[in-house]
């Protein structure tokens, strides 16, 4: 389990992550998003080791993390900036892995640069962009971390790479119980690939739930009635983002799908639409309970 | 999993990693040096294969300094490119990323590439050495192998190497890009070394009987191994202020100042490793901090010239100083601009100013304090315990003679007698020996403290007593002096006019136990030494020399003194063995004269030489007759001597040979057939080999010589055409004598015709 304590990052005056607390649990894949300078790869280095914290703490399995090689042993990191060794080919790369991964596995190294059509005695830098996080992310998941550690790697696949990379990630998650924190300032690359999504926010952490619950427990309500009405009729309902066109109503509403669908039955309605949310339309509706000034077409998240 | 002992310090497979990164600049720097290695014997080989012939090979010892070319290669261009090589990655995001979330330890990660760069290092220098060494056995076989000073000359440079690589450690890991890593590795390196050196030899120039590099332990300039050599390079010109040795040699303070410094700067550098923030890569340093004292540093090294300057003149005011200023200012500027790409904040450089005047201000009020100090010191006889006085100290100046006159010295070869010809004792052996004998001998000691304290007091009252004197006439001679009381060694100049020098040599060279522990000195084997002696083979110098040295040894201490303070020139010497050894870290040698005072080495040195060469002067003869249409140059050289001792002074040493000279050369240029005969059927017939005559009246030790040239001038240059030159030794008596000279008349009057 990967857990930080009032964790907080300052790069001279400029406060990077401030006072971020969370706890990620095993054998997830936990996504985080934000804008650019959110705090998102601060974060990342910070659970990482690579930073060392100015305040807080971060432990995993209750364990601090920098200039600590026994969990080390344990991460392994696709930074958004990779690194290759001059001259490198995706060959030379794992063996430098393997000689500090003890349980970097060359064969599922192989294997997945077959999957990904990349010629391992090539050198690297003849590779395109993506070619080249396609390197990373099959030496990073070669090495058989228990966690994984993702920097927009998302970034510069085209939509089939993507998706098959989506795919290893969840297969390694679900056969070998790994766990595997994603960053990335779009949403919806993340929302068909994470179990838990946390919003970071100039240096804070906003918001942090699994993504079943927030989608199951938000939903768009379209209802009409045969007579004349005002809004406290939905007085009892959790909701927000109230709006009435002619004597049709519209509204988000937070709580359970069934139990609100009988409640609005009860009121002899004329019409009653009940109808899921996307994720940016959750987090926008959260953003505004937590009383946040949160425009999320403002934050690159709407994807 | 536990933090094993190789996660701590050095993991295996991170140091075989560095060894793969470092692949390309070790095999690059290999194959070079092989080249050079494998090229430099050969070179020798071919040009020299001409003159070489059985018994005239030049044994000598393979000078280490064959080395230093190479060796400075791979420790001021190699070293530092594997250092930025191997820990550049802390400069860039993407890999100082990387190697910061590997499961290693970062002090690991610094001890393991550390390692990868020394081994490096050490694989480069063995394979150098080691093909040197080889292709001078093959192509050089002249030149003798000290394997032990070999090693021990490769040990300290790769130390050096160390020192170097920690250095660029420490640079390296302070800063965030490669330029102000090099800088500031650069500055780590030089700077402190260089204000030792400033600030001694500013207080040796305001006090002369200071030596700079001796005025402790850590100012010799030998305590750095990394730069000495660039030190020892600068020095070269100053030999008289240098007290450390040829960089690389020995094990003495240099090695273990050295060892520990190379010790402090890994520790520093892991410090400053393990410490620095991953988020500092790209940035011109880790901490700002850092950034204004390297800055600070290159403005203070430029200014110290100021001070350097002031000190030496104490011209207080002048536009050199504000142009120099200027220029520090403006390298600290240009520093910051580079670093930063900004002209604010180089600008903001010029701020340092004051800090940088009071640098200076400091420095200079610590000279003088220094200064005053020892201005002031007198030495008391009682408290010390013993004395050294090296005589060689003046080598590059001039020493003095004597009877007042003045002789060169030679810098490496010492006689063991004197070989002047103008008859004046200067430097020999004795003298050469004991520079580092420990004399306890109360009057020297009184003589020389009250000569150095009288000195000291004249030089106080009036600054720079009698300077002129004592640096531009010859009527003083200054020698190192070593006083040895509870607190160590202290090195100072002793001056001393014609009298105080002579009287000093005189009281030293009267002591017994010194003449006893220079005659003790000679080494005994000859496995010790390398030796060389002209007509022998190697076997037979080694043991012709352990033959002369027991003879020597044999000789009663004032025997011994006698002799060694003859001119070689009276003496009645047939050869001379070189003895090469090194002597305070460089290579010395010796010659030893073989006289009849040491009669079992004189008979056996003629007994080895006739061996070796009757025979090959009568085959060269036939060789000239057989082809006599040809133009030949010959001449034949006679020489004759004949000396008696009285028990320990040679009374007389006769030249009586042909026309009143010792020697008489006779060109034989389109001799004939039969005079050709008539010299071989002499030569092979006559048998005067009954050397147990020598010394006595009427007999004659000959020595015969013949050189033979083809189609060219006698004494030409032109050595493609020389045939060859052998010679033996004859007893001659009166009777003998006579047959020679009317042999050697017949043949002169032949050439007449």
């Known amino acids: ?303 | 999993m536990k933090t094993t002992l190789k996660n701590k310090f050095i993991n295996p497979k991170l140091f075989v990693q560095g060894l793969l990164q470092l692949k390309v600049a070790g095999i690059a720097t290999i194959v070079c040096s092989t080249i050079y290695t494998i090229l430099l014997p050969i070179i020798a080989f071919i040009e020299s294969r001409d003159n070489i012939e059985k018994f005239s090979l030049n044994y000598r010892l393979l000078d280490v300094a064959e080395m230093f070319l190479p060796l400075m290669i791979v420790l001021y261009i190699v070293t530092p490119i594997m250092s930025i090589l191997l820990f550049r990655f802390m400069h860039k995001r993407s890999s100082s990323d990387f190697y910061h979330s590997i499961p290693v330890k970062r002090s690991c990660i610094f001890f393991s590439y550390m390692a990868s760069i020394v081994t490096w290092v050490t694989i480069i220098i063995l394979v150098f050495s080691t093909t040197l060494c080889l292709m001078t056995t093959i192509f050089l076989p002249e030149y003798i192998l000290d394997i032990p000073v070999i090693i021990m000359y490769n040990i300290n440079a790769i130390i050096a190497c160390i020192l170097m690589a920690a250095v660029f450690g420490i640079g390296l890991s302070i800063t965030g890009t490669v330029f102000s890593g090099y800088v500031t590795s650069m500055i780590i390196l030089i700077a402190p070394r260089l204000l030792i050196t400033f600030i001694c030899n500013m207080i040796a120039g305001l006090n002369k009987q200071i030596i700079a590099e001796g005025m402790a332990l850590f100012t010799r300039n030998d305590c750095n191994m990394a730069l000495s050599p660039i030190l020892y390079l600068f020095n070269d010109g100053y030999y008289e202020y240098a007290v450390s040795n040829i960089p690389f040699m020995g094990f003495g303070f240099g090695t273990i100042y050295s060892i520990l410094l190379a010790i402090l700067y890994l520790f520093i550098g892991l410090f400053a490793f393990t410490k620095r923030p991953s988020e500092a890569a790209g940035k011109a340093y880790s901490h700002k901090i850092f950034n204004f004292i390297t800055k600070l540093s290159i403005g203070y090294v430029i200014t110290l010239f100021i001070v350097y300057i002031m000190v030496e003149t104490e011209e207080y005011f002048s536009t050199t100083y504000l142009i120099i200023f200027a220029f520090a200012l403006i390298s600290m500027f240009v520093y910051e601009v580079i670093l930063s790409k900004s002209i604010k904040r180089g600008l903001k450089s010029f701020l340092s100013t004051p800090i940088l005047i009071a640098l200076d201000v400091v420095t200079i009020l610590c000279i003088f304090a220094i200064s005053h100090f020892i201005k002031n010191e007198q030495f008391d006889v009682n408290d010390i315990d013993y004395i050294k006085l090296d005589y060689r100290y003046t080598d590059y100046v001039f020493s003095l003679a004597p009877d007042g006159n003045l002789s060169e010295l030679h810098t490496s070869g010492i006689d063991f007698i004197n070989s002047s010809t103008s008859g004046y004792i200067d430097y020999d052996y004795f003298d050469n020996k004991i520079d580092d004998y420990k004399i306890y001998d109360r009057e020297i000691i009184e003589y020389v403290i009250s000569a150095y304290n009288s000195w000291c007091s004249k030089n106080a009252e009036s600054d720079y007593y009698e300077y002129e004197y004592y640096y531009y006439f010859d009527y003083y001679s200054d020698i190192k002096l070593t006083i040895g009381d509870a607190f160590g060694d202290t090195e100072r100049i002793l001056f001393l006019d014609t009298e105080q020098y002579n009287h000093l040599k005189s009281l030293v060279s009267q002591n017994v136990d010194t003449n006893s522990y220079v005659q003790n000195s000679i080494p005994d084997s000859a496995s010790d030494v390398v030796l060389d002696c002209d007509g022998l083979t190697y076997e037979q110098i080694e043991e012709l020399y352990e033959v002369l040295i027991a003879e020597y040894k044999a000789l009663s201490p004032e025997v011994f003194k006698n002799f060694i303070r003859y001119n070689i020139a009276y003496t009645d010497y047939v050869g001379t063995i070189k003895a090469y050894q090194y002597v305070d870290d460089e290579i010395e040698y010796f010659i030893l004269p073989i006289t009849s005072l040491t009669p079992k080495a004189f008979n056996m040195y003629i007994s080895y030489y006739n061996e070796n060469h009757k025979e090959d002067v009568l085959n060269l003869m036939a060789e000239l007759k057989k082809d006599l249409d040809t133009d030949y140059d010959a001449s034949l050289y006679v020489g004759a001597l004949n000396a008696r001792w009285d028990n320990d002074t040679i009374y007389e040493v006769e030249y009586p040979f042909y026309r009143n000279v010792h020697y008489a050369t006779l060109n034989l240029l389109h001799a004939t057939p039969s005079l050709v005969d008539g010299a071989i059927n002499y030569l092979s017939g006559t048998d005067y080999t009954d050397f147990s005559q020598y010394g006595k009246e009427g007999y004659y030790l000959a020595y015969i010589r013949f050189e033979v040239y083809k189609d060219s001038t006698l004494y030409s240059d032109d050595y493609d055409e020389y045939v060859g030159q052998t010679g033996f030794y004859m007893m001659l008596d009166k009777k003998a004598d006579a047959i020679l000279i009317e042999e050697l008349q017949r043949l002169e009057s032949a050439y007449a015709q």
């Not at chain 1, 990967?2 to 607390?21: C, G, H, R, W």
């Not at chain 1, 099959?138 to 920097?151: G, P, V």
């Not at chain 1, 009409?224 to 959790?238: H, W």
């Open chain 1, 1 to 303: 389990m990967i857990k930080t304590e009032q964790l907080t990052k300052k790069f001279d005056k400029y406060v990077a992550l401030d006072n971020v607390s969370c706890t990620i649990p095993d054998g997830c894949i936990c996504g985080i998003v934000g804008s650019n300078g959110a705090g998102k790869s601060t974060l990342l280095r910070l659970l990482t080791g690579i930073y060392k914290p100015d305040s807080g703490s971060v432990f995993i399995d209750d364990m601090p993390v920098f200039d600590n090689p026994l969990i080390k042993s344990k991460l392994a990191f696709v930074p958004d900036d990779l690194f290759f060794t001059p001259g490198a080919t995706i060959r030379k790369m794992s063996n430098l892995y393997r000689s500090v991964f003890e349980k970097f596995d060359m064969d599922k190294c192989k294997s997945l640069a077959e999957s990904f059509k990349l010629d391992i005695d090539k050198p690297i830098s003849t590779f395109s962009k993506g070619m080249k996080r396609q390197s990373t992310t099959l030496l990073t998941l070669a090495t058989n971390a228990d966690y994984l550690f993702f920097d927009e790697t998302f970034d510069g696949f085209d939509p089939i790479v993507r998706n098959y990379v989506k795919s290893i990630i969840c297969e390694d998650v679900l056969e070998r119980k790994s766990t595997a924190i994603i960053t990335s300032h779009s949403l919806r690359e993340l929302e068909d690939v994470c179990d838990k999504l946390a919003l970071l926010h100039k240096g804070g952490l906003i918001l942090q739930s699994d993504v079943d619950n927030l989608k199951t427990s938000h939903f768009k309500v379209q209802v009409a009635f045969p007579f004349e009405y005002d809004e406290g009729i939905f007085n009892g309902f959790d909701y927000k983002r109230y709006q009435r066109i002619g004597s049709v109503s519209s509204m988000i509403v937070k709580g359970n799908r069934d139990e609100t669908a009988a409640a609005l039955s009860k009121l002899n309605p004329i019409i009653c639409d009940i109808l899921p949310l996307t994720l940016e339309e959750v987090f926008s509706y959260e953003m505004e309970t937590l009383e946040y000034n949160f425009d999320i077409s403002l934050t690159g998240m709407e994807g």
